[in-house]
Each structure stands twice: as structure tokens, then as C-alpha cells.
């Protein structure tokens, strides 16, 4: 992935949905969250207990402490909701200033790890895209088995996973 690309971030996750099968994005992702967990569990924040956010007196939420639970926090539990318009290089900044406001443990890993994020989210992405997630942004392709069956004639650069 090029993080420094201009490129609609919808196109990109376009581009994941035509090249690669839901299996291939799924078993991509858990590739991606075991890599980063290897990299940048710390023992000491391993094991602490979740910190209670109290939001309203009837509102309260548990944040995980380590990277493992974090990221399934995170990714799982938060669908985009609305496709952005903003370039990826834009959508990558955007991420990593939630994820850094998001909890703890999140502020002390490693750039490299922030990209491997970045990598989940375009799975994820591109997954519900193949799962019939419609686009609302910019782009004027859309996905379908058609769609799908003529970039693979058409012999397309694959992005690399």
C-alpha cells in the first residue's frame, strides 16, 4: 500500500473487493492484528484491567488495555458508517489521530503498526463491500460478480495484501 497516495479511499477498498475473495481479505486480516500484537504487546499493559469510561451517569464503557483486545475494539465494533471522500493519505491521518484519542495503549506502538491498521481497515472495508455495503462516495464504479469477472479478464494490477 502506498501511504502517501492521493488516490479516493473508496477506490482503494474498490480495488481490495475486486481482487480478493471475503476468505482471502478475512484470512489477511488476522494475519495483519497477529503481526501487530507480536510487535507491540508490552507485558506490562498485557494484563491490567480494562479502564472505566463514564460518560453519562447511565452511560459507562470499558476500554481494553492491551493491543489484542484494542483492536477488536476498535475494528470490530466500529463499521464505518459512511464512505469518505478524503484521499487515502487524508483517511490515514484521520485514523490514526482517532486511534491515538481512541485508549492507551494505542499512543506507544510503532508507526509501522499504525500502517498495519491502516491495512485492517481497508480489509475490513473492502469486505463489506463484498458483503453489499452500497458506496456513497465519490466513485462511479461499483461492485458486482460482472464487475468482479471483468477486472479479472482484464488482467488488473492486484494490490499486494
Known sequence: MDF???RIYVELCLDYALSYS???LSSAFSKTVNRICKRDQSDELA????ILIQHSPFEKELSPTNIEDGLWFFFCNRSTLTWSELSFVDYYINLKN???KCYVPFRNISDESYRDMM???VYQDSMNIIA???LDGKSKRKYSMIQ???WNLKESQIPTL
Not at 47 to 50: I, L, S, T, V
Request: net charge positive.
Open 98 to 100: 482517532e486511534m491515538l
Open 4 to 6: 502517501k497516495s492521493k
Open 148 to 150: 468482479r469477472t471483468l
Open 22 to 24: 471475503q476468505s482471502e
Open 132 to 134: 453489499g455495503r452500497k
Open 119 to 121: 491495512r485492517l481497515r
Open 47 to 50: 494484563n491490567k484491567k480494562p
